[in-house]
């Protein structure tokens, strides 16, 4: 009885499967992301993918972590007033990596995962997630740009470079035109 009905699952698995094959061939050759579950109400929620999948076929770019330039060259070297506050910093910062992507074919839009490291401001002794994320918003989830990537933000004692409250590291990826084949 039992080999009778192993037999037919193992039947039915021959025929199904490359059905299967077919029907999720276009899905093997795009990157496919999937939002957060509609359980998850704060606000902060829908700045993020809860999963990406990433075909084999796709090409990958890993930035090393970006940190802001000098916004202020008046203000006294390697401090925070030179390079901003949490805002600021991150606008910056995130105008580097489109640029940095730009050079080499890929855009915003093609960020599949992003780590940002935050500092607490010094006027405020706290890490400003809401200024980060101010300006985050207005690079992802937008009808402009609507994907956004998964991502992780945290709060670290310190950067490497004094004044630095923001660094970020992200991974674009992008599966390759069939037209440019």
Known sequence: MR???LLSYLSLATVAAPALCIANANAADQIVRYRNPAHMTEPWAREFAEVIEIPANAQQLVLSGVGPTVANASAPP?????????ATQTGNVLGQIERILKDRGYSMGDIVSMQALIVADPATGKPDFTGFSNVYNQYFGTDK?????VRTRAEVLRLVPPGWLVEVTVTASRVPSRLAQ
Do not use: C, E, F, I
């Open 3 to 5: 080999t009778a009905r």
């Open 78 to 86: 390697d401090t925070a007033a030179s390079y901003g506050d949490t």
């Open 145 to 149: 740009q609507p994907n956004v990537p």
